[in-house]
T-cell receptor
Framework: GAVVSQHPSWVICKSGTSVKIECRSLDFQATTMFWYRQFPKQSLMLMATSNEGSKATYEQGVEKDKFLINHASLTLSTLTVTSAHPEDSSFYIC???????????FGPGTRLTVT | GQNIDQPTEMTATEGAIVQINCTYQTSGFNGLFWYQQHAGEAPTFLSYNVLDGLEEKGRFSSFLSRSKGYSYLLLKELQMKDSASYLCAVRDTDTGRRALTFGSGTRLQVQP
């Protein structure tokens, strides 16, 4: 099956700093990638849809200037959490979509802790 | 908008059968997915239904009734490793929106 990687798998940063999370499709080209956030014991909440070569589409309530998304190639999307605060601490998961609409392939997630 | 409901927690015994229900209300419909998620890990795909009926895949089966906005995931011959959260997710048909909307998940505890 298709493989999606995320880096880093976990990160601890200080409040006010920025953190970049990478999402890569390893053996297929992903025209679309999605970024989700999951708080403890809650379900996945879609943050934004990232299309290669175009601006990301953000869900209502997600600050686009705080969560910068870049989808520069068909195999890489990045999420940068700018000026992180403790309330941004969460599990960030990306998924990638192929040309078909059958299923999304999820990355292993990135655990962000802001101190 | 979309609304997806599933039970919060369930408990079952090793070797038994458990059914996890999911009801949904969506403005459009283009498929229902079930994912398994162990604590601290990303979801893994289990099943996909877009037409009414039962889809079977080994110990896992998923059923869909579009007219009733209802699906269930059936797990047979439960094993301890099946203890996880099970997420029901729906894809709608809104223009340009191919993301999934997830239910809150059902935490399944399998007991010896």
């Amino acid at each position: 099956g298709a493989v999606v990687s995320q880096h880093p798998s976990w990160v601890i940063c200080k409040s006010g700093t920025s953190v970049k999370i990478e999402c890569r499709s390893l053996d297929f080209q992903a025209t679309t990638m999605f970024w989700y956030r999951q708080f403890p014991k809650q379900s996945l909440m879609l943050m934004a849809t990232s299309n290669e070569g175009s601006k990301a589409t953000y869900e209502q309530g997600v600050e686009k200037d705080k969560f910068l998304i870049n989808h520069a190639s068909l195999t890489l999307s990045t999420l940068t959490v700018t000026s992180a605060h403790p309330e941004d601490s969460s599990f960030y998961i990306c998924s990638a979509l192929t040309g078909t609409l059958y299923e999304q392939y999820f990355g292993p997630g990135t655990r962000l802790t802001v101190t | 908008g979309q609304n997806i409901d599933q039970p919060t927690e369930m408990t079952a015994t090793e070797g038994a059968i458990v059914q996890i229900n999911c009801t949904y209300q969506t403005s459009g419909f283009n498929g229902l997915f079930w994912y398994q998620q162990h604590a601290g890990e990303a979801p893994t795909f289990l099943s996909y239904n877009v037409l009414d009926g039962l889809e079977e895949k080994g110990r896992f089966s998923s059923f869909l009734s579009r007219s009733k906005g209802y699906s269930y995931l059936l797990l047979k011959e439960l094993q301890m490793k099946d203890s996880a959260s099970y997420l029901c997710a729906v894809r709608d048909t809104d223009t340009g929106r191919r993301a999934l909307t997830f239910g809150s998940g059902t935490r399944l505890q399998v007991q010896p």
